[in-house]
């Protein structure tokens, strides 16, 4: 195994993973959808009849030959969608009667496989009147067009922090104000979605490639109205997921009740063409920020408002932009931060946590925003963030938008990242380069984030348990569901630290309902820091217990009996110790069940980069890239630090090249797949530089925060102030993420922020 | 890959191949290296009814040099001209420098210059450089072969000349004699996607005097571009010393030249990201650098020894 970084490696790497796909039953149906090319319209008809006569085709089904097809289960999780916004907004999961998304399931073909399936879609026809459709927030938020009728597009209005006092403006030294937007992503995992659903008898099973397999088992069971019981859910190899896996998807809904109804296995595998239409999409907010300072540049006032899109059903999008207001406050002691949210519906496949969920779009607004306001006050950008961040000392901490930050140092975690880009050297290369006319610009930008990660009250915790067999090796199982991250490496070598024993003698089952009857799942950055907790917790219970074991075996008192690298031992006689495997055999199966609640953690770290501008082009050429994190004890370094890069590339994706653009009838331009939505391929990788604090979380033993999704909250914001620092722009509305090089082209030409200051 | 039903011949001759595609029933496709027909049938945007694929047709995988052309059969791959002497002088230099934005190494392997002829993409580097040179497209259908101009060749995206019956069978360039120095830049956002604007240029120089100028853009019309406009301004024109700087002066002949192709010569089609002023301007910056280029590469080239032909 010393070859491959990863227990999971040598399995993933060399072609030998199980996915859903190559999972093969007997009889299943492949099931192909037929789905709207309009992304706002009433449909008036759709006929399936000569989709049946298509060889292969098992049946074809639209909304009104399956009366009993149950809706898309809504989700009040974690308070992300409230009774209010889903009420009277029904999520059919094939269209009824309005279509509300381009690509929306119109009607399904089942058959022998995906070729006839698709050849049968290909002959529903669907009768739909275009109606107008509505994409951005600021066409929903007048509801001259409706999504539903006799409804208001505005599904939520929050809140956080107090409103704020209009004589804070007026006094301030110092006032700026801007405008972002923070443009829907793709999360584009290698893997779509798929699902394969096999009844048998009474019982159910459905593989997945899931993140919250007890949360799927809990949605099938209640839309089939059977007991959880009788539900499998099962979840292989997974090729990634970064939040956009955790739901019952209209496609899941469907599946599972024809494979009951016709009593045959039925499976889904999206595409990549679907995946890019109907797939979740991540962020999606219209921000506005105001920030006042007093002369020495600290902070007096933050306020941000929030206007999201959320797509075209209330789900768990509703209440996402909290997250960004909970969060609006940074890294800094800002006295007064308010936060307004709107949620509103759009022409769009929903919103959904996608990797950062929330905290992205909160660092980023903030962190461009002290950049702003630095300019303004004529102060270094570093400095300004040293004078207003939190100290060590106030911790935990506090925010005016509602958190309690467990723990940070946020200097610390600056200043490593400055020392490791050169920060004065490159000042130096800039100024240089300022005053030689023909130099290509150059820009430095820093983001100093806070996030947060495990998740939020009520879903804190997490349920596992230990093993011990006669051979002496453990069995660990848990709740959560690895895409990708590997916990199979992870996970046994920490059990097996606590034990004292070999990592290979301990072993993961994760990801089976039946295996593991409670769970959570994998989401919010918290399977080290929750799931990893619950076994290190569990794990001092099995020696507890095998202590305990052993002081009746040997009538000895329990203090008397010691614990050590998997053994048993007196404390006193001098006796052979006795391993693990001998004592369940003198003492019969020994497991321990766990439920371990650990506390939110607030990861935090800083990112710097520098970036050379083409302004004749518009072109950003990254020249460095610093990523410091802070995930407090890091239980595996490779993982971790892979971790990091992987998601300071998404971080540059978002920052320089994803986005997509909509026709003028609502359908995003994606026709071309990935020609039309650019991600960020190993050419555009800059040179990552992944560096390290260590402060750890009070609020598990263990001690560790979330590490998964620092870089898509900190590196855009560094990205996008280094370029406005090369181009020096007075306007900061000019540069919106993704920074194409038009936009980059156009901001260059635009005036600089030495004329433009108020 | 789901396509829609199709049927398949591989013929071994080109008049087999002629042959299948002369069936006036069917709706029939080309297929060479597959690079755009396989995902125009996985989308289904193209439905053919037959497919005829042309790779077991040895007398189509052959390039030579003849009476100072360069003629490339229909099989030859893109990944053939990586290197910059698998053509001689400055035309390998030219063909080497623009192989390279297009794909990726495997999708190079397999695609043909050819078929970028065929498909006739706006962005096809192949396409701009055969209109800048002034390349032949060699095609034989029902009626014999024949022989057609790059100039009367390209009719819009994706719209060409040949008829649908007619199969590609080579496509010729002339060599680039001495005293010519070549260029070719690419402007794309990533590795991955198309060129929003890309330039291919070639100068040659008679006693000091720019005597030929030759500039082809890429996806800066809805088809492939010899920007003649600009070669008019430069024809005639002393051909002194590079300025020193990295940025041409706007007087600089080259920086007019890319003004006047921008203005005259383009006629750019708004894409996602790259509405016209932005493609103009782009066009504009690339052509200046290309000429540049070009010079440099000249320069090169006569201060080489004797009998090196890069």
Known sequence: ?758 | MKPATFDYVAPRTVAEAVEALGDPGREAQVLAGGQSLILEMHLQRSRPELVVDINRIPELDRMSVEDGELRVGALIRHAAFEAADAVPGPLGTLLSRAVVNIAHPPIRSRGTMAGSFGWAHPASEWCAVGVALDATVEVTGPEGPRALAARDYFLGPYRTARGPRELITAVRMPLLGEHTGVGFIEHRRTHFCFAQVAVAAALTVHDGVIGDARIGLVNSADRPVRARAAERTLLGAEFGPLPAGRRLPDTHPFARAGRVAAQEDAVPVAEPYADVAYKRQAVAVLVGRTLREAATDLRARLAAPEGDHR
Not at chain 1, 111 to 130: L, M
Not at chain 1, 248 to 257: D, R
Not at chain 1, 688 to 703: A, D, M, N, Q, W
């Open chain 1, 1 to 758: 195994m010393e070859q491959w970084t990863r227990r999971e490696d040598e399995r993933l790497l060399s072609g030998k993973g199980r996915y859903v796909a190559d999972i093969s039953v007997p009889g299943c149906l492949d099931a192909a959808f037929v789905r709207s090319p309009v992304a706002h319209g009433a449909l008036r008809a759709v006929d399936c009849t000569a989709a049946r006569e298509v060889p292969g085709v098992a049946g074809a089904w639209s909304a009104a030959d399956l009366p009993d097809l149950p809706p898309v289960p809504y989700t009040l999780l974690a308070g992300l969608a409230t009774e209010d916004a889903v009420a009277g907004r029904e999520w059919p999961a094939l269209v009824k009667d309005r279509v509300r998304y381009p690509g929306e399931a119109l009607a399904v073909v089942l058959a022998a496989d995906r070729y006839r399936a698709e050849d049968g879609a290909a002959e529903v026809t669907a009768t739909i009147d275009p109606l107008p459709a509505v994409v951005t927030p600021a066409a929903a938020l007048d509801d001259s067009v409706r999504l539903f009728d006799g409804l208001s597009n505005t599904v939520l209005r929050g809140e956080a922090g107090q409103p704020i006092d209009p004589s804070v403006w007026r006094d301030a030294a110092a006032v700026v104000e801007a405008r972002y937007r923070q443009q829907l992503l793709l999360p584009s995992p290698m893997e779509c979605r798929a699902v394969l659903a096999v009844p048998e008898g009474d019982w159910l099973t459905v593989w997945s490639g899931h993140q919250m397999p007890h949360r799927l088992r809990r949605e099938l069971a209640a839309l089939l109205g059977w007991s959880t019981d009788r539900i499998r859910v099962v979840v292989p190899d997974t090729g990634g997921a970064f939040g956009s896996k955790s739901a019952t998807f209209p496609e899941f809904v469907v599946v599972a009740h024809l494979a009951v109804r016709l009593g045959r296995p039925v499976c889904w595998i999206e595409d990549r063409r679907e995946s890019m239409f109907v797939a979740t999409r991540g962020r999606g907010q219209d921000q506005s920020v105001r920030l006042a300072a007093d002369a020495e540049g600290r902070l007096l006032a933050y306020e941000l408002t929030i206007d999201a899109d959320i797509g075209g059903y209330p789900h768990l999008g509703v209440g996402l932009p909290m997250q960004t207001a909970w969060m609006a406050t940074g890294a800094y002691t800002t006295p007064h931060v308010h936060a307004t949210v709107r949620s509103v519906l759009t022409n769009t496949m929903v919103t959904y946590p996608y990797r950062g969920a929330g905290r992205p779009e909160a660092a980023s607004a903030i962190e461009r925003t002290m950049d702003l306001l630095a300019r303004r006050l004529g102060i270094d950008p570093i400095e300004l963030r040293r004078r207003n961040f939190i100290p060590p000392a106030a911790f935990p901490y506090a925010t005016p938008t509602g958190r309690r930050y467990d723990s940070g140092n946020y200097a610390a975690a600056l200043d490593l990242a400055l020392e490791t880009l050169g920060y004065e050297e490159w000042r130096a290369e800039q100024a240089r380069r300022r005053a030689d006319p023909d130099a290509l610009p150059l820009g430095i930008g820093v983001s100093c984030y806070v996030e947060r990660s495990g998740g939020e009250p009520g879903g804190l915790h997490e349920f596992g348990s230990l093993e011990a067999h006669e051979d002496g090796t453990v069995t660990a199982r848990c709740g959560t569901a690895s895409t990708g991250q590997g916990h199979e490496t992870v996970f046994p070598a920490l059990v097996a630290t606590v034990l004292g024993i070999p990592d290979a003698q301990v072993r993961l089952v994760e990801g089976d309902t039946d295996e593991q009857p409670d769970g959570l799942g994998s989401f919010a950055s918290r399977s080290a820091q929750v799931a990893g907790a619950m076994l290190q917790h569990a794990a001092t219970r099995l020696i507890e217990e095998a202590r305990a074991r052993a002081a009746d075996l040997w009538g000895l008192p329990v203090d008397e009996i010691e614990w050590a690298d998997g053994t048993v031992h007196p404390a006193h006689d001098g006796a052979a110790a006795t391993g693990l495997g001998d004592l369940v055999k003198s003492t019969g199966p020994l497991r321990v069940e766990d439920r371990y609640e650990a506390g939110m953690a607030f990861p935090f770290g800083a990112h710097a980069a520098v970036t050379e501008v083409d302004p004749d082009l518009g072109t950003v050429h990254v020249l460095r890239l610093v990523a410091v994190d802070d995930c407090g004890v890091v239980l595996d370094p490779a993982v971790v630090h892979g971790q990091a890069v992987g998601s300071a590339v998404q971080g540059i994706g978002q920052a320089l090249y994803e986005g997509m653009t909509f026709g003028a009838d609502g359908v995003p331009n994606l026709a071309d797949g990935f020609l039309d939505y650019l991600l960020p391929t190993s050419t555009e990788i800059p040179p990552i530089v992944v560096k390290e604090t260590r402060t750890p979380s009070p609020g598990t033993p263990l001690g560790a925060k979330g590490a998964g999704e620092s870089g898509c909250i900190g590196t855009p914001a560094a990205l996008v102030n280094a370029v406005a620092d090369a181009l020096r722009i007075a306007d900061p509305d000019l540069l919106q993420m993704p920074l194409t090089p038009d936009r980059v082209w156009r901001a260059a030409r635009a005036p600089k922020h030495e004329e433009g200051t108020r």
